[in-house]
């Protein structure tokens, strides 16, 4: 806020220039952020019963467009509590061309990139890590340069592309993926973004935005519905739609100095939009936000930078009230800095206009410029008689991109210079450019802010006497290449559903694998790690080791280990109270790590098991629950300690008696029949020894002390309520 409001006169020496962005024109803009989930619903291929595009941009004419796709996998399924019933699978995002007539389209260039986890060696050790949400990797290969991170090892090099001509016949389609070299599979619950360049040189194309469900062969296209419906609008604080303009927007400043300018001197500007249209001089300013959805900017608030986008929809025009009339209506959604973004209003008008006579918060577009390159070119004369240093700095939470660039557009240093996102929001110098005594100097500077991130950049440029090296620090880590997986014994890999080994890495022999395994690995194949440990196989979810943004949903959904046969029948399913990180091979014993703690199971004990939570809480029972007759017995003395019970046992007579509160329970070994408070009761399934343990039949010993019993049949956790925690919660 504090850094929102600072506004200054313009200085005696320094004359403010004005702030007012230009698009660059030049061809189109098409963005796709919406709906930024993308569900089961809209999935273009079979598996969907109403197939449907994400977006689609029809007629598509002779120019140059720019296209920026950015969504995350949400193909859960959801209780309408919004926990999940059923866990998502591995898609494919992708952009389809289809000529409307003979067409002749030239891609000059690609990016792409799929969250993904990435293995790395340091000195000794191996480390997991997720890649970063922001795509630089993709950015790079965008841009065609190198992008370093500030304060930071990570950087990367751009996979050299050629551009692709494309000659298509009228109904002719082609997939955007088939140019991609570093295509792949997005994981359930991942981030992915697809960007491109391309020209249609001649005729008329439709370009249509789609995800579809991954059937094992990378790049299929046969499940694909061409009739799939038109991708709506759906409000979800997001957007899609064609800008005028090619993704840029630009302003000159033009600055003279001389030495009576003191170090530290912060260069003015006068910033305009709709609630100061006479301007305001400050020295600090904000872009990449729209002024009605954030109230903290308007004083500084650049405004013009922010680009306006159209799509069609003919689903708009169910919005509309009955009152409003047809000349009123139109199929085209607005996003920009003067519209809604709401399906209604109290007028009946959906994308109603704004007014800055009321507070729009919440209605106004969330926009935040992404994808956009902010260019600042500046010309600077210094008619002193020593040599000064212009700082650009940034301050965001978000790892913008900034490049500095010559008076022909050439890339000063070579490289691109990310903002570290690991930091939390401060200000950062991130350029800074010599100005010779004596010397004009002109020079863009070019700021990007990527999807995933929020939008609102401080920026401000300051004259100082010394020049300051940004901070790039030497790799410490090197990547591990994971083309080929091992069991520890073969190599393995999956192609079209089916699990191959190979001895080599070059011939590869299909597995057979049973209809549980099919089944447990349908749709995210290459998301878990499989090992041979002493003729079993163990199976893990491994694909979110080293996340702590997926903690919430893996432990729940991925709390098991599978164990296989040889032949890939299943044997058991281990159920843990955490993720498991890792299984291996000890003193003959086959160690799960979860969170601090190892399991060890032994071949002959593999068996199915299941977890036990009682108030939030799982129970760690030192012998694991069974399943007879369609029951599931616990150890008896762990079980009734946790809810805070008191045992009694009589050795002689092997009976049991339990006291909770004023409610005791009386049983006797291997009897079905049990006395609840003096009230004699018959149970499915009678108490028993097991391991030199007694187990009970869990959901008859609860309930008969009245607390409730849940089974999840998806993560096989048994949830018990007693008394005192569901007066808590009420």
Known sequence: MLFCMMTFA????????????????????????????????????????????????????????????????????????????????????????VAKEDSTVVITAVGFEAQRLETFRSGDKILKLQSSADFFNAWSDYMQVPMLTERSDEKCEPHEFTPVTVELKKGEKMWLSKYISNYSTVAFLKPVFLMSDFEIKQGKVDVNIAALKSDGILGDRSHHCDNAKRGVYYRDRQYKGIADTLPAVNTDLSYSINDKITAGTLLPVKVYNQYIPEGSVVTKWMTNINPQEDIWSRPSCT?????????????????????????????????????????????GIPNYPLTIGKDNRGSGCNLGNYGVSVNYHVTINNTGDKTRYLYYKLSSSSPNYVTVKDENGNVINGYAVRKNPYETKSEKVMACVKLPAKTTSKFTIEQILPANFPGGMGNSFEINDEETKLEFYPQSMTKVDETLKSTGREYYAWF??????????????KQGISEDAKEIFDGNWDRYEIKYLDGVYT?????????????????????????????????????????????????????????????????????????????????????????????????????????????????????VKVTSGSDVIEFAIDSKTALVNGVEKSMDVPAQLYNARTLIPLRFMSEALGYSVDWDDLTKTITISTKMAETENK
């Open 539 to 655: 199976a893990r979810w491994c694909d979110y080791d080293n996340s702590p943004y997926f903690y919430e949903i893996a432990p729940k959904l991925f709390n098991r280990v599978y164990f296989f046969d040889e032949g890939f029948n299943l044997k058991a399913t281990h159920y843990y109270k955490d993720y498991p990180s890792d299984t291996y091979l000890k003193d003959g014993k086959i160690i799960t790590t979860v969170g601090d703690r190892s399991y060890a199971t032994s071949q002959p004990d593999l068996q199915k098991t299941i977890s036990v939570v009682c108030n939030d809480k799982y129970i760690d029972f030192d012998v694991a629950p069974i399943i007879k007759d369609g029951r599931t017995l616990v150890p008896l003395r762990l079980f009734f300690e946790s809810i805070g019970a008191k045992v009694d046992w009589d050795a002689d007579k092997r009976t």
């Open 10 to 97: 313009a200085s005696d020496s320094v004359t403010a220039q004005n702030i007012k962005f230009t698009p660059e024109g030049g061809g189109k803009y098409i963005y796709c952020n919406n709906e930024e989930a993308i569900w089961r619903r809209d999935l273009s291929d079979d598996s969907n019963p109403n197939p449907s595009y994400i977006m689609n941009n029809d007629d598509l004419a002779a120019g140059k467009y720019s296209m920026f796709v950015s969504h995350l996998n949400h193909t859960e399924l959801q209780n309408s509590d919004g926990s999940m019933k059923e866990m998502g699978f591995d898609i494919e995002l992708d952009a389809q061309f």
């Open 496 to 509: 079209g559903g089916e699990l191959y080994f190979s001895s080599d890495g070059d011939d590869w022999i």
């Open 303 to 347: 405004e013009s930078d922010m680009l306006s986008f159209k799509y069609f929809d003919p689903e708009k025009l169910s919005f509309y009230g009955s009152n409003v009339a047809d000349a009123q209506k139109d199929q085209y959604w607005v996003f920009d800095d003067f519209h809604s973004d709401t399906k209604d209003s109290a007028g």
